[in-house]
T-cell receptor, first 114, second 117 residues
Framework: AQSVTQPDIHITVSEGASLELRCNYS??????LFWYVQSPGQGLQLLLKYFSGDTLVQGIKGFEAEFKRSQSSFNLRKPSVHWSDAAEYFC????????????FGGGTRLMVKP | NAGVTQTPKFRVLKTGQSMTLLCAQD?????MYWYRQDPGMGLRLIHY???????AKGEVPDGYNVSRLKKQNFLLGLESAAPSQTSVYFC????????????????FGPGTRLTVL
């Protein structure tokens, strides 16, 4: 069965500092990997995704993530955080299953200090 | 284009009452999903549909039923609501063609906040 672990429930960083959110997954084959962001009271917006090829993936809003098969990880990074990045971030794993169901991690809530 | 819409946005029910949540999409997507979101647990799949007239169980289907009579609508029903069903419910859609092209992505609605007293 597929699963996703986001070890950090809350993270606080200062505006302008770098950010790394951790994601570890369990999946039997080459996974599809996603990062979504959810602002308070909103739905989920896709930040970036990995299907195959280059293991460093660029997304929207200056985010990137690196797929490391040996570590079963897909960590999200941003070199300089803005106050508007405060939100909850979800990592998800899926694959070539019927209906392409996704399994989500528990989420990491990011707070940004001025 | 409205994308994915959900009706209602908020609802309060008493234990034992029934209700139906509506998800509507104008993106012509084949796949539709219902999730529930609870603190610290991320999103968990309740039911999903790979096309009109078909539905399947997800991770947490108990206490819920679904129907997909039209391609653009996916209904989630609670026949006898329980306090454990207090949650935020999200609908999502995805395109089969995008999957084949390596551009698979689920698009989410704004959510329905349900409280069962």
């Amino acid at each position: 069965a597929q699963s996703v672990t986001q070890p950090d429930i809350h993270i606080t960083v200062s505006e302008g500092a770098s950010l790394e959110l951790r994601c570890n997954y369990s999946y039997g084959a080459t996974p599809y990997l996603f990062w979504y962001v959810q602002s308070p009271g909103q739905g989920l917006q896709l930040l970036l995704k990995y299907f195959s090829g280059d293991t460093l993936v660029q997304g929207i809003k200056g985010f990137e993530a690196e797929f490391k098969r040996s570590q079963s990880s897909f960590n999200l990074r941003k070199p300089s955080v803005h106050w508007s990045d405060a939100a909850e971030y979800f990592c998800a794993v899926g694959g070539r299953n019927a209906g392409n169901m996704l399994t989500f991690g528990g989420g990491t809530r990011l707070m940004v200090k001025p | 284009n409205a994308g994915v819409t959900q009706t209602p946005k908020f609802r309060v029910l008493k234990t034992g009452q029934s209700m139906t949540l509506l998800c509507a999409q104008d993106m012509n997507h084949e796949y539709m999903y219902w999730y529930r979101q609870d603190p610290g647990m991320g999103l968990r799949l309740i039911h999903y549909s790979v096309g009109e007239g078909t539905t399947a169980k997800g991770e947490v289907p108990d206490g819920y039923n679904v129907s997909r009579l039209k391609k653009q609508n996916f209904l989630l029903g609670l026949e006898s609501a329980a306090p454990s069903q207090t949650s935020v419910y999200f609908c999502a859609t995805a395109s089969r063609a995008a999957e084949r092209g390596g551009r698979y992505e689920q698009f989410f609605g704004p959510g329905t906040r349900l409280t069962v007293l």
